[in-house]
């Protein structure tokens, strides 16, 4: 009865206008994106479009998808997630189920897990990091990219706690008992109890690794290996179009704003691809850490 109250459908009512317009701020600047996109030149450099093209065209589009440095960039990018993703999810879920053992199954785990905590108080910096990528041989390839960030302390102990309190300890007392050791129990059952877990926590790594410009840059003296997010940066806010070998009559013919608008909603389409398949599991995910360790 109490959901059918006047307080509770005013309560409703007012929930849903305000989560409304709360999604609205957040699409806004997407939706400009697009429209200053979509929009002719003279209108977007006069900075008249709102949310709606005007001078409707998508010259923009095609000459974006026509420039090979952009879908190079793009193509790496797209390796660098895939790559990523499967490397620090391999490397958390081993590590996060070993550490979600009792000290008495797992001799020296407090020793393993304030190892791991270490490294999200201290770090030893941009400079030793940059020395030992370089010094193994890794830049200019697409390892530099993936292998430094491949394993982050936090989703870690996300995992981790998720493990301790989701996965009964009575189905893997039962599997021990059957016969079947930690590799066969670790897929046999932890994985599949944790696959809303997993998701979140790939979701996360996945944002990242797309998102990241930063090493691209300084791991990268060629610009024909930048990632999507480096590409970009170089181009709309150094505005250097020299490192990149953007075409010159692109940018007379077309505002530069239009096609630097296009670029920025193509590099931000994967992720709004992606999220609504694991969308159904990021309500339970983002619960992972409600636990102490």
Known sequence: MQYKTKGYRIFTAFNYTFMICISFLCLFPLIHILAVSLSGSAPATANIVGLWPVDFTIDAYERTLANENFLRSLGVSVTRVILGTAISMTLLLCAAYALSKNDSEFKGRKIYMWFFVFTMLFNGGLVPTYIVVTRLGLTDTIWALVLPPAINAFNMILLLNFFRTSVPRSLEESAFIDGAGHFKIFLKIYLPISVPAIATISLFTMVFHWNSW??????????????????????????????????ADMMRNLSQRTVQSAQIFISALPMLIVYPFLQRFFVKGIVLGADKE
């Open 214 to 247: 930063f090493d691209g840059l300084i791991y990268n003296t060629n610009a024909s290996n930048y990632p999507l997010q480096t590409f970009l940066q170089t181009i709309v806010v150094q505005q250097d179009f020299s490192n990149v070998d953007v075409d």
